[in-house]
């Protein structure tokens, strides 16, 4: 066997420079190597989306996980956690670790709508989040179904002050809600709320003539409309879109304050450090700047719409209360 130690004259002891010893520390530096690319090797990203999987939300995070995953050089996940009309996801991600490996893919509803809508929610927009940056801004389009009698937003509008109409939503206090409430008080207009569970039955029965039309996301209606099931009237907000550039605005047409937009941005857990919050900001410009993103607004009309983290927390805070007057002052609540 060889000897571990030999000794010195005085009270001083070392390790021997041994074959054995040698062994160990060759050992104890791989032990630590294969530790350290577990690690590394284990480090990813999840992207939390409340919002199930094929519909346009999916489809925007997808799009982003992927670019993103090439800018962190690491995976990304795209988690879909559908359900409580973003409460599930939100409560996911606000009980995550703050070290911005967790984020959240919102659209306005959770964040700036639900607090109005809902007395007690799960989590707290303010307190359990920290704004990263505003993704893309998605307006409302009017449309109605391609056998509708209403060949322009005029005669919609004329038909819902003589007489009423109805028009569908994807659910109480969803953004196509809160644009019906819009029209309906621009125009003094009669006209019946139905929501349903989702936007596809909504859409659905507007194009089959059940309900007489619906405002909705211009990404989620553009299909119908290239297919021709569907008519675009109208645009809620203030400018054309360029995938429908014969369209009108409700400006252009006399009916003012008629803005919808359904943004999309993402969020980290609060608590994330202000560094982490500002290396997620720069890399989501990056993405924004892709090829891919680029085609992906072209083809869906969302506007790409990168922001700073405080121009993303203003924008949140200025929806909660646009959004939250308009709920209060409606009286308009999860069973109505």
């Not at 206090?173 to 644009?179: N, Q, V």
């Not at 919808?260 to 890399?283: D, I, M, Q, R, S």
């Amino acid at each position: 066997m060889f000897p571990l130690f030999h000794f010195q004259t005085g009270l001083r002891t070392s390790v021997a420079r041994t074959p054995m010893s040698r062994l160990f520390n060759y050992v104890f530096a791989a032990v630590l190597g294969l530790s350290a690319m577990s690690a590394q090797a284990e480090t990813s990203t999840s992207l939390v989306v409340s919002f199930p999987a094929g519909g346009p939300a999916d489809s925007l995070a997808r799009i982003v996980a992927a670019q993103l995953e090439k800018e962190l050089k690491h995976p990304v996940l795209v988690e879909n956690k559908p359900g409580g009309n973003g409460a599930i996801a939100a409560s996911y991600v606000a009980r995550a670790r703050p070290d911005g490996q967790t984020l959240f893919l919102s659209s306005v509803g959770a964040i700036s709508i639900n607090p109005a809508l809902y007395p007690k929610m799960v989590y707290d927009p303010a307190k359990d989040f920290v704004p990263v940056s505003l993704l893309v801004s998605v307006p409302e389009v009017l449309v109605v179904g391609a056998k509708s009698p209403y060949a322009d937003a005029q005669a919609f509008v004329k038909k819902a002050k003589d007489d009423r109409l109805s028009m569908a939503s994807s659910g109480v206090g969803s953004m196509p809600h809160m644009a019906v409430v819009q029209l309906k008080l621009a125009t003094n207009g009669h006209i019946l709320h139905v929501p349903y569970k989702g936007a596809a039955p909504a859409i659905t029965d507007t194009i089959g003539g059940q309900v007489d039309g619906f405002i909705g996301d211009v990404s989620g209606l553009m299909p119908h409309i290239q297919s021709g099931k569907a008519r675009a009237l109208a645009i809620a907000a203030p400018k054309r879109s360029p995938v429908l550039p014969d369209v009108p605005t409700f400006d252009e047409l006399n009916i003012p304050n008629v803005y919808a937009n359904n943004w999309y941005g993402v969020f980290a857990t609060k608590g994330t450090p202000a560094e982490t919050v500002t290396a997620l900001n720069t890399v989501l410009k990056k993405v924004l700047q892709t090829p891919e993103l680029k085609a992906y607004a072209e083809s869906t009309g969302v506007e790409l719409s990168p922001t700073s983290p405080q121009a993303f927390a203003d924008l949140v805070r200025d929806d909660a209360k646009k959004w939250g007057d308009l709920i209060r002052a409606e009286g308009i609540t999860v069973d109505n």
